[in-house]
T-cell receptor, first 113, second 114 residues
Framework: DQQVKQNSPSLSVQEGRISILNCDYT??????FLWYKKYPAEGPTFLIS?????DKNEDGRFTVFLNKSAKHLSLHIVPSQPGDSAVYFC????????????FGRGTSLIVHP | DVKVTQSSRYLVKRTGEKVFLECVQD?????MFWYRQDPGLGLRLIYF???????EKGDIPEGYSVSREKKERFSLILESASTNQTSMYLC?????????????FGPGTRLLVL
């Protein structure tokens, strides 16, 4: 049973517009959330994270929002650029316990020029 | 910057062969991990290690073993490769203390078993 779900396998966005990638989780023990970005033939790279004590974390064009009551987080990319085209993985962990993150299945983002 | 390297980017092996995938990290991280990535299935944890000579099973350890003789090196072994082990294999490392949730990945090894 998937504990971290990315229900959209793919997303297509026009350059300059906002990209919103969504992630849902079922385990209420998760308290630390991460987003990774992966280009083809490369390993994932860490993008941004958020602790459950916050509801928003921002880093440049990337913002992650956390809604604990809905067990939902989202990654916003504004403005989207063609170089953002990649697979984005959401991950969640229990920082005080088994800290190893559980990954979602990924969303493939395509940003059209 | 953390650097995680994997010995091969692409490998082609025959069914029944013993396969070794090597991973080295240069940041003195205590934790190391092996994942496989398959289309539509995301990243699945095979094995991980907290310390030298220590190993723990992940979610899909069947058909695999690991070795960690030195802190910087973590090897994944396919004892008898099968076609269903054709996949992208990703190694990762992380700190033991604060920040341990953040993993740093190698470039991956794409393995084809014929």
């Amino acid at each position: 049973d998937q504990q971290v779900k990315q229900n959209s396998p793919s997303l297509s966005v026009q350059e300059g517009r906002i990209s919103i990638l969504n992630c849902d989780y079922t385990n209420s023990m998760f308290d630390y959330f991460l987003w990774y970005k992966k280009y083809p033939a490369e390993g994932p790279t860490f993008l941004i994270s958020i602790s459950s004590i916050k509801d928003k974390n921002e880093d440049g064009r990337f913002t992650v929002f956390l809604n604990k009551s809905a067990k939902h987080l989202s990654l916003h990319i504004v403005p989207s650029q063609p170089g953002d085209s990649a697979v984005y993985f959401c991950a969640a962990s229990v920082s005080g316990g088994s800290y190893i993150p559980t990954f979602g299945r990924g969303t493939s983002l395509i940003v059209h020029p | 910057d953390v650097k995680v390297t994997q010995s091969s980017r692409y490998l082609v092996k025959r069914t029944g062969e013993k396969v070794f995938l090597e991973c080295v990290q240069d940041m003195d991280h205590e934790n190391m991990f092996w994942y496989r990535q398959d289309p539509g299935l995301g990243l699945r944890l095979i094995y991980f290690s907290y310390d030298v000579k220590m190993k723990e099973k992940g979610d899909i350890p069947e058909g695999y073993s690991v070795s960690r003789e030195k802190k910087e090196r973590f090897s994944l072994i396919l004892e008898s490769a099968s076609t269903n082990q054709t996949s992208m294999y990703l190694c990762a490392s992380s700190l033991a203390g604060q920040g341990r949730e953040t993993q740093y990945f190698g470039p991956g090894t794409r393995l084809l078993v014929l």
